[in-house]
């Protein structure tokens, strides 16, 4: 079973269908169990579609998870400079 880190560093990667179908299975089953990393992937979901709305043509889904991720980390530096 997976555990919370290795699931919120695959979360991209969910997100992009980007991994192969058993590790999909594993991450599934870990949302399913824990509330924590259900918010994550909802908050995630949430950004990659922020960031989508802002450019909807212009960027592809790749693009879209690299801007995701990196409003991701400003967040995450924000909240540790707080
Ligand atoms: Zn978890």
Redesign the pocket.
């Known amino acids: 079973m997976?555990?919370?880190?290795d699931?919120?560093t695959e979360t991209s990667n969910y997100i992009n269908k980007d991994l192969p179908i058993s590790k999909r299975i594993g991450l599934f089953l870990?949302?399913m169990?824990?509330?924590?990393?259900?918010n994550?992937l909802r908050q995630f979901e949430k950004t990659v579609e922020t960031v989508s709305l802002v450019k909807p043509s212009e960027l592809d889904k790749t693009n879209k998870l690299d801007l995701a991720r990196l409003l991701q980390q400003v967040n995450k530096e924000t909240g540790s400079n707080h």
């Open positions: 997976l555990n919370c880190k699931t919120v870990h949302f169990i824990c509330r924590c990393c259900r994550y």
